[in-house]
């Protein structure tokens, strides 16, 4: 099997709070993982510090077998969707000049349509991104995340605040472009449910790692998924 990130003993501290405290993971070609764990428990630390945006961390993370410190290639195969953007209704932006945005070379154009159509956003492509729903514009960003054909997509919590039908919609998305495709997905949520049913791993983070492994083996032990919530909720009492 083919390692496409490996993180080793991960941590970050940031000056009221270390966020993440010696994580390792592996995440193999094919990999569909669920990152699971409350509010503050550093999942967008991670994303972060594995898309280079915080370079301020103890621990190595590797790409294709080279830490990331060293080269910036393996940001190519890459697509990322960050926690919900936010638009001003007027923004004058259309769906197409968003997708656009992710491509790194004019000449591939014709790729946007493509990908618009795989993500049933076609007909929306001359309307501001600011007139759509939370669910349509969600989609915006991932075909703007996907149109560069990346191995990798990388989602932080991508279904706060939209629809259940948006959110239908995008899952049976995630799971065609992991089974059809093969695109590596490492996806960050707190709904356990959808991480049962969608993802074929979990990392369950809460500063530290609690469980990483095969989302069966996380999810058919009941002790384990109720240790887990006990806490998570302690930790999110303890926060607010
Ligand atoms: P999650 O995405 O799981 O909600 P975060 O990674 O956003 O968690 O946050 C983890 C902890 O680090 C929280 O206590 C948060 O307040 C803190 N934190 C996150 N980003 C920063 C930052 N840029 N500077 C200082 N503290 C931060
Ligand atoms: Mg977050």
Redesign the pocket.
């Known amino acids: 099997m083919l390692k496409v990130v490996e993180i080793n003993n991960l941590t970050v501290e ?4 270390k ?1 993440l405290d010696d994580v390792s993971l592996v995440v193999n070609q094919g990999d569909f993982l669920g990152i699971i ?1 409350p ?7 991670l994303f972060a510090s594995m898309l280079g945006l915080n370079t301020r961390y103890n621990g190595t993370i590797k790409f294709f077998d080279k830490d990331i410190k060293k080269s910036k290639n393996y940001l190519k195969q890459l697509g990322y969707v960050p926690q919900k953007p936010i638009f001003e209704k007027n923004f004058p932006v259309t769906v197409t000049d968003v997708v656009r945005m992710g491509l790194r070379k004019e000449s591939d154009e014709n790729k946007i349509d493509e990908i618009l159509q795989q993500l049933w956003i076609h007909e929306l492509r001359e309307r501001r991104i600011g007139e759509l729903s939370g669910g349509q514009q969600q989609r915006v960003f991932i075909a703007k995340a996907l149109v560069n054909n990346p191995k990798i997509l990388i989602l932080d919590e991508p279904v706060t605040g939209i629809d259940q039908q948006s959110i239908d919609l995008f899952f049976s998305i995630l799971k065609e472009l992991n089974s059809k495709q093969k695109i590596t997905i490492i996806w960050s949520s707190h709904d356990l449910d959808a991480v049962n049913k969608l993802a074929n791993h979990v990392a369950c983070i809460n500063r530290t790692l609690f469980f990483h492994g095969e989302s069966e083996k996380f999810f058919s032990n009941d002790e384990l998924v109720k240790q887990y919530s006990e806490a998570s909720m302690q930790e999110h009492m303890h926060h607010h």
């Open positions: 940031y000056p009221d709070v966020a764990g509010n503050g428990a550093g999942k967008s630390t």
